[in-house]
């Protein structure tokens, strides 16, 4: 109640949102980690990257929860002016937490993709969205972090009591909101040309497709965030617009955090169902690949036919049979799991005679 009789208008829905949903970024974070730990023990850049992500969705939820009691889904009319000033100083914060972490999440995905195509085409045009990801992203953290000369008159300009220039908010935010959409179509969109020619099961074609749909509830949350963010500049009430744009920033990022740690999660969670018996084997973790090399050549085990002779004729030598096997069993990266390894036989001839490499 305030000093006019008149209850404020308070919307804190944003605060269990916030919670759970970074509950299942750090708890999906934890089990990638954890599952890396309980197999290969190495961890990859697209998992430091991810660590980085998820420390910013900490940030910016934590910014938000502090600022509950200083004002925020709070009526503006009803908060102090020195809490004014502190919410537009952590919003601030906020939207380089925010937009660090799309650059961080983006990053472990490409790096993700580069651990998947070894080989191949694939590999220029991963690399050139990493390039325009970070080139991108350094663009709207830069124009986000200096849109007002001095800094400080981002939060403190409300009052008019300040000199100082700032760029025209909606615009900087419409060029930056539109270009990362963009982005993060495009690297959902990536792979899928190279998935849709591997032979994969029913289970595996619908856990492509799970993954598939968080990463589009992710950009349709950036298009509702874009719509609410639109609103704040004809509404007169911030403190309770900045909460309500909060919610679909938060979900951005976690789900984000949460579709980037999906594949180790499946590896992990399979492992556990093989183990107490729920699914078989082949419905969790392929069996490890087996790799052999075949080759004739003139080292080794050699067995000849009977009756032969080692006389240097030609007749001689085609009935000697050289064989050399080398098998490797190794633990099946990532990658591995989700890429079916096909059969590729390399033949040349050499006088008058085949030699095979065989990748099975």
């Given at each position: 109640m305030t000093s006019c009789g008149v209850a404020p208008y308070v919307d804190h829905t944003y605060i269990p949102v916030l919670a759970v949903f970074l509950a299942l970024a750090v708890a999906a974070v934890f089990l990638r980690f954890f599952n890396k730990f309980k197999t290969t023990r190495k961890y990859g850049w697209d998992d430091w990257f991810l660590l980085l992500a998820l420390a910013g969705c900490v940030a910016y939820s934590a910014i938000a929860?502090?600022?509950?009691?200083?004002?925020?889904?709070?009526?503006?009319?009803?908060?102090?002016?020195?809490?004014i000033t502190y919410l537009f100083?952590?919003?601030?914060?906020?939207?380089?937490?925010?937009?660090?972490?799309r650059l961080f999440i983006r990053h472990s995905i490409i790096l993700f993709y580069l651990r998947i195509f070894t080989i191949g085409n694939p590999r220029p045009i991963v690399i050139g969205t990493m390039v325009v990801n970070?080139?991108?992203?350094?663009?709207v953290v830069l124009s986000v972090a200096f849109q007002c000369q001095p800094v400080s008159l981002f939060w403190t300009r409300w009052d008019l009591q300040h000199e100082g220039h700032c760029l025209p908010s909606m615009p900087v935010f419409w060029s930056g909101a539109i270009a990362t959409m963009v982005m993060d179509v495009w690297v959902i969109l990536l792979p899928l040309p190279y998935v849709a020619r591997l032979q994969l099961s029913l289970k595996k074609r619908l856990g492509v497709s799970f993954m598939l749909a968080i990463g589009v509830s992710v950009v349709a949350f950036s298009i509702l965030k874009f719509l609410a963010v639109n609103n704040i500049d004809k509404a007169s009430n911030p403190t309770v617009s900045f909460a309500r744009v909060g919610i679909w920033s938060a979900l951005e990022i976690?789900?984000?955090?949460?579709?980037?740690?999906l594949p180790s999660m499946r590896l992990l969670i399979g492992s556990y169902l093989t183990k107490w018996g729920w699914?078989?084997?082949?419905?969790?973790?392929?069996?490890?690949?087996?790799?052999?090399?075949?080759?004739?050549?003139?080292?080794?085990?050699?067995?000849?036919?009977?009756?032969?002779?080692?006389?240097?004729s030609r007749d001689s030598q085609s009935r000697i049979r050289i064989t050399t096997t080398i098998q490797q069993n190794a633990s099946p990266s990532e990658s591995?799991?989700?890429?079916?390894?096909?059969?590729?036989?390399?033949?040349?001839h050499q006088q008058g005679v085949v030699k095979v490499q065989a990748w099975s």
């Open positions: 929860f502090e600022e509950t009691n200083h004002g925020l889904g709070t009526d503006v009319w009803a908060v102090e002016p020195d809490d100083t952590g919003f601030y914060i906020s939207m380089l937490m925010y937009a660090a972490s970070t080139a991108l992203s350094v663009g976690d789900l984000g955090v949460l579709c980037t740690c699914v078989g084997e082949e419905d969790s973790v392929r069996e490890a690949p087996r790799i052999s090399f075949r080759n004739n050549h003139s080292s080794s085990r050699t067995r000849a036919t009977p009756g032969s002779t080692f006389q240097g591995e799991t989700y890429l079916p390894l096909h059969s590729i036989e390399l033949g040349t």
